[in-house]
């Protein structure tokens, strides 16, 4: 069990990570005051999500965030209005110190997870790390992931599941890792929304968020971590993958 910003994550009571994909100004408040207060009303332990620039999109001409000074101020302000804490990804070392005090849990992204200078960055900055595993890699190659940032001194780690590759343009989830992860003596969390990818059949993906969180929970996750957005008209990236804010009360009355 690690806490984040007076959050405890594990220890039998499931937490919740929730927030928009990416940065979108001022909504991206409104945003989280609607989950805080979804998650509040049935006493479920909020984490707020939310990347600051989306530097691992496929197109150069997708949308990536609004700016580290602008990311910053805005996770500051959520912090201060809200009480929540905060996680949001870095892509390399420098920014781990530049989020240092504004975030209270830096995340490594599945395609960066092996990449030692910054999961030693994490570690050495951070207040708690999460590392979500790649979709190349099995949860038996996360031991070494975690090691990385254990040599900085820091243990406030978690690992986040997230789907494995399956031929082109598919994931597949295996709950088997939840067990396998688990074993590493940190809490593990499930990401039901990037684990439903399946191009061929895209008319299936969003009927899956649920369902798949269910059996995670199942497995033995500790945390559901996924993208929840009110507006998917107006989201700016992963719309198709992203859990609709009024499914998201159906959910949160199945879990604890």
């Known amino acids: 069990m690690i806490t ?3 959050v405890k994550v594990g220890g039998g009571r499931t937490t919740l990570i929730a927030g928009p994909c990416v940065l979108e100004g001022e909504n991206t408040l409104l945003i989280a005051k609607k989950i ?20 691992n999109r496929a ?9 580290m000074d602008y990311a910053i101020e805005l996770f500051g302000r959520i912090r201060s209005e809200l009480k929540v804490p905060i996680i949001t990804d870095i892509h390399n070392p420098p920014e781990a110190k530049a989020f240092a005090d504004v975030v209270d849990i830096m995340q490594v992204p599945s395609l960066l997870s092996r990449q030692t200078d910054i999961l030693l960055a ?3 900055h951070a207040k708690a790390v999460n590392i979500k595993k790649g979709q190349f890699m099995s949860p038996f190659d996360m031991k070494k992931a975690i090691g990385k940032v254990e040599s900085t001194g820091n243990r ?8 494995s590759s399956f031929g082109y343009d598919a994931l597949l989830v295996d709950m088997r890792s939840i067990v396998v992860m688990k074993e590493y003596g ?7 929304t990037h684990s439903i990818r399946w191009d061929s059949h895209p008319e299936y993906e969003k ?6 969180a269910h059996a995670a929970l199942a497995a033995g996750a500790d945390c559901l971590y996924m993208e929840v957005h009110d507006d998917m008209r107006k989201a700016r990236c992963d719309a198709k993958y992203m859990l609709e804010m009024k499914d998201l009360p159906r959910l949160l009355d199945t879990i604890n």
């Not at 805080?36 to 530097?55: H, Y």
Request: hydrophobic share 40%; proline share 5%.
């Open 4 to 6: 984040v910003g007076g």
């Open 36 to 55: 805080k207060s979804l998650a509040k009303k049935r006493r479920i332990p909020l984490i707020f999500k939310c990347s600051w620039d989306k530097a």
């Open 59 to 67: 197109d150069i001409k997708s949308y990536r965030g609004l700016g």
């Open 122 to 124: 994490a570690g050495r």
């Open 156 to 163: 406030n780690i978690m690992v986040t599941e997230r789907g």
């Open 186 to 192: 940190y809490p593990v969390a499930f990401d039901a």
């Open 207 to 212: 009927k899956f968020i649920i369902p798949l």
